[in-house]
């Protein structure tokens, strides 16, 4: 059975700061994915990862793959305000479509 | 820009009926899924659909839910007698399959009394 960690659950950080959110899973996965969820809000996609060493990266947000260690990570640079939400990360097991969740790491961008 | 619609926004039910959870996909989907998230929880998959048929299906989707695509558009989720703990945001997502990604809906937020 895929499952799918994340950490920190919980991150508060400066404006201005960089920080790095971690999600393992525990199972070979074809697929990793990233998504932003404000606050009464549906899923937004950030990066789908298709393999090992894959690198994606879209304004402060920058995501990359290790399939060996099944380890995926989400990287901000110079937070800003805006980016404060909910950050999901999602695995796919081998041949299938369907995403098994982490359980979300609540981000706080602060002056 | 194309976007996954769902009807409706909320929906309010008393333990024991039915209620159906409607879906707009992307037109040119291929791939339709349901999702639920309880309140403060992690996003937890019901099914996906594909070829007129269900794909996969998780344990959650017991005989109470099944779902449908009635027309060329719309895809249902239906629940037949709902249980408090059925009380949750449901997303639906689409996808072409090819690229990988799952474009979420809004979300209806069932609350089951």
């Known amino acids: 059975e895929l499952k799918v960690e994340q950490n920190p659950l919980f991150l508060s950080m400066q404006e201005g700061k960089n920080y790095t959110i971690y999600c393992n899973y525990s199972?070979?996965?074809?697929?990793l994915y990233w998504y932003r969820q404000d606050p009464g809000k549906s899923l937004e996609s950030l990066f789908v990862?298709?393999?090992?060493?894959a690198v994606k990266q879209e304004g402060r947000l920058m995501a990359s793959l290790d399939t060996k260690a099944r380890l995926s990570t989400l990287h901000i640079t110079a937070a800003v305000h805006d980016l404060s939400a909910t950050y999901f990360c999602a695995a796919s097991g081998a041949g299938s479509y369907q995403l098994t969740f982490g359980k979300g790491t609540k981000l706080s961008v602060i002056p | 820009e194309p976007e996954v619609t769902q009807t409706p926004s909320h929906q309010v039910t008393q333990m024991g009926q039915e209620v159906i959870l409607r879906c707009v996909p992307i037109?040119?989907?291929?791939?339709f899924y349901w999702y639920r998230q309880i309140l403060g929880q992690k996003v937890e998959f019901l099914v996906s659909?594909?070829?007129?048929?269900?794909?996969?299906k998780s344990e959650i989707f017991d005989d109470q839910f099944s779902v449908e695509r009635p027309d060329g558009s719309n895809f249902t989720l239906k629940i037949r007698s709902t249980k408090l703990e059925d009380s949750a945001m449901y997303f639906c997502?689409?996808?072409?399959?090819?690229?990988?990604?799952?474009?979420f809906g809004p979300g209806t937020r069932l609350t089951v009394t």
């Open positions: 037109s040119n989907h291929l791939y």
């Open positions: 990862l298709l393999s090992n060493g």
């Open positions: 199972t070979t996965s074809d697929r």
């Open positions: 659909f594909y070829n007129n048929e269900i794909s996969e």
């Open positions: 997502a689409s996808g072409t399959g090819g690229s990988y990604e799952q474009y």
